[in-house]
């Protein structure tokens, strides 16, 4: 080969492979703005991927995307007038932060306030549907409660250290987020008399409890509180939960309640730290970023069911935990 040819070949060679690359400079597209991609093994350092990924193989495969507020939620937002923006806020009248409680029933009362602008707790009997509290003991799926001024009994509550959270939601079981609407206080229960012989739960394998159950009194599963400091960052799982059935299947939300951490890309009022970020997987899936303090909706969900797991980290993706609150992974069932 004469040098002028060797050069020609060699600049082709050059330039093919400056080609090869541009790909890998170019955003893959969808719905990326909010949401920055990893692989699991980047992140996930435990091996625990593995486990999870066994576990998720008994639902068909399914791709999940990131989608816009749905249209339904956005015309019922329109009917609700100034609703939406409220700021409703939440006190405990009982149990009170501290107190201890001589009986596996706990009666929960709580007094509304704030700027309501025409928000009150309410099932509507035909839809089914209102606006309503979600009540959380430990870090058990939330129970909804609809009637303020009766109260709301949660049931079996086992002896030992517990903790309650409280804020307002939407008819859509999205939560209110200003300042005031989230309360937590820690109670134990003592010489309460539980029946223990119910199945217990770990936090890697919830039972749910009924989501359509209408009665303002609940059965709790046995649970005792975690070593958790209501002072530090705190992620509190709220959404999704139970079963979607039709239509409700098609774009599933992602809520969550958020305490003493600011996110990334997030606009929140009076937080000092913005170097936190929610990451959550879909049956072990792909791990993702939610770093803006808003609800997102997935569509693309399979049939059967599916785990989604919501955890706190920093900015190097290390959890942040707060007595294990800060990892939850809960279980839905879909049936489209
Ligand atoms: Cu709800």
């Not at 939406?84 to 806020?89: E, K, N, S, V």
């Amino acid at each position: 080969m004469k040098p002028t040819k060797l050069f020609i070949f060699l600049v082709a060679i050059a330039v093919s492979a400056a080609c090869d690359r541009t790909p890998n400079q170019v955003n893959p597209g969808g719905y990326t703005g909010a949401n920055k991609t990893v692989s699991n093994t980047e992140t996930n350092s435990s091996g625990q991927h593995n486990n999870e990924r066994n576990s998720a193989e008994h639902s068909s495969a399914q791709n999940l995307s990131e989608v816009p507020r749905p249209q339904k939620i956005v015309e019922m937002t329109a009917q609700r007038g100034e609703q939406d923006q409220a700021a409703p806020t939440l006190k405990f009248v009982e149990p009170i932060d501290g107190a201890t409680v001589s009986s596996s029933t706990v009666k929960v009362k709580l007094q509304l306030g704030g700027d309501l602008k025409g928000y009150q707790p309410m099932k509507d009997m035909a839809t089914g549907m209102g606006n309503h509290i979600h009540v959380i003991l430990d870090n058990q799926p939330y129970e909804a409660h609809y009637k303020l001024a009766e109260g709301f009994e949660l049931r079996n509550v086992a002896d030992g250290e517990h903790t309650l959270r409280v804020f307002p939601s939407r008819p859509w079981h999205e939560s209110y987020k200003n300042p005031g609407a989230f309360q937590m206080i820690r109670f134990t229960v003592k010489n309460g008399g539980g029946d223990a012989s119910k199945p217990t739960t770990s936090n890697a394998n919830e039972t749910m409890s009924n989501a359509s159950a209408a009665s303002e009194g609940k059965d709790m599963q046995p649970s005792t509180a975690g070593a958790v400091d209501k002072t530090k960052p705190l992620l509190t799982y709220s959404r999704p939960k139970g079963e979607y059935k039709g239509a409700d299947a098609e774009n599933i939300m992602i809520d969550f309640w958020l305490s003493n951490a600011g996110l990334q890309r997030g606009n929140d009022y009076a937080v000092p730290t913005k170097a936190y970020r929610v990451r959550y997987s879909v049956d072990g899936g792909e791990a993702k970023f939610i770093d803006i303090w808003n609800p997102i909706w997935l569509s693309g969900w399979a049939n059967g069911k599916h785990t989604i797991k919501l955890e706190l980290v920093d900015g190097n993706g290390n959890l942040v935990d707060n007595g294990g609150y800060n990892s939850t992974t809960r279980e839905i069932t879909v049936t489209r």
